[in-house]
C-alpha cells in the first residue's frame, strides 16, 4: 500500500508507518511490549509481543483501525508469517539456561483467530521460520538444526544437524537460505544438497536472498553494533551497504533497512537496480 512498516524492539516500544517516498511517520500504537515481527495485509497490521515480567507474548493486529488480540500465553515469539489464511512464528525462552530446552515451538494460528496449533515442540531456541509451498521451516540455534513439518502439521523432518549457532532464514526463488554463524547456505526445497553461498565472517542477526543478491545484518561484538553488507549473486566479494545499518526487508523494486532506534533513527533504502549495476 505505499507504506514502509516498523517497530521497536524493546520495551514501550512504538508501532509506525512512513510512506515509501518518505515524510513524517504516523504511530499507530506506543508503549507497546518489546515487539518482535510486523506482518501487513493491505492496511491491516499485525505483531507480535514478547513476554516480559508480568506480561505474556501476544499476536495482536489493527484490523480496519481496531485494535485486538488474536492469541496469547508465549514466551518470547518471533519470525512472524502471514500465509494463506493462517499465522506463522517460533516460540520459545533464551535465559541461557537449562530451563529453555524444550520450551520451543514452531505454530499456527488462524488470521480470523482461534485455537492455537502446534506444529512442532521440544525444541531449544527456534529463532526463524520460512513458510514454503508444503512446509514450513525452522533453525533451532542451540540444538544446531535445521528442520520442517507440513503446513497442516504432522511428522516433523530433521533436514541438517550439527550446525553451529543457525539465525535466519529467507526463501527466495524455490530455494531455502539460512544463516549459521557467518555462512549463508543454499538449499533447494525439493532437493538434498546443501551448498554455501557466501561467507560474511561476522555472526549473521539477519538475513534477505533477493534476485540482487543477498543483504546480512552483522553482528560486530567488537564493537557492540550491526551493520548492513551486500553479496552480489555474480561471486563478487561482499560491500557494506550501511556501517549501522540492519533488519533489511525489500519490496518489488526496492530494499530498505533501519538505522538507529526506531525514536529519533531512520529508515533508508535503495532501488534494487542500484546493486545490479556492477
Known amino acids: 500500500g505505499g ?25 499507530l500504537r506506543d508503549e507497546e511490549p518489546a515487539i518482535n515481527g510486523v506482518v501487513v495485509r493491505g492496511r491491516d497490521v499485525y505483531w507480535l509481543t514478547v513476554g516480559m515480567g508480568e506480561y505474556t507474548g501476544e499476536l495482536r493486529g489493527i484490523e480496519s483501525g481496531s485494535f485486538r488480540t488474536l492469541a496469547a500465553g508465549f514466551f518470547q515469539p518471533a519470525s512472524l508469517h502471514l500465509v494463506d489464511g493462517h499465522f506463522y512464528f517460533a516460540d520459545g525462552t533464551n535465559t541461557g539456561t537449562l530451563h529453555d530446552e524444550g520450551r520451543g515451538r514452531v505454530l499456527r494460528v488462524p488470521e480470523r483467530g482461534g485455537p492455537v496449533q502446534v506444529l512442532e515442540d521440544d525444541l531449544w531456541l527456534p529463532t526463524s521460520v520460512a513458510v514454503g509451498p508444503t512446509h514450513v521451516y525452522w533453525v533451532d540455534r542451540r540444538r544446531g538444526q535445521l528442520g520442517r513439518v507440513l503446513r497442516s502439521g504432522g511428522a516433523a523432518e530433521i533436514l541438517i544437524e550439527e ?43 539477519g538475513l534477505l536472498a533477493t534476485e540482487v543478491g543477498i543483504f546480512g545484518e552483522l553482528w560486530d ?18 560491500e557494506l551497504v550501511d556501517d549501522d545499518g540492519r533488519a ?22 535503495a532501488c534494487k537496480d542500484h546493486f545490479r549495476t556492477p
Open 221 to 238: 561484538s567488537r564493537v557492540g553494533g550491526s551493520s548492513l553488507v551486500w553479496a552480489p549473486p555474480d561471486g563478487r566479494p561482499p
Open 3 to 27: 507504506r514502509v512498516w516498523w517497530a521497536g524492539g524493546v520495551f514501550n516500544a512504538p508501532l509506525g508507518w512512513v510512506a515509501r517516498d518518505g515524510g513524517e511517520p504516523t504511530w
Open 248 to 269: 533489511p526487508v525489500a519490496d518489488a523494486t526496492r530494499v530498505y533497512w533501519t538505522v538507529g532506534e526506531v525514536r529519533g533513527g531512520v529508515i533508508r533504502g
Open 163 to 205: 550446525l553451529s549457532e543457525p539465525s535466519d532464514l529467507s526463501l527466495f526463488d524455490g530455494a531455502l537460505y539460512f544463516a549459521d554463524r557467518g555462512m549463508v547456505l543454499r538449499r533447494d526445497l525439493e532437493g538434498s544438497a546443501t551448498e554455501t553461498v557466501v561467507d560474511f565472517g561476522d555472526e549473521i542477526r
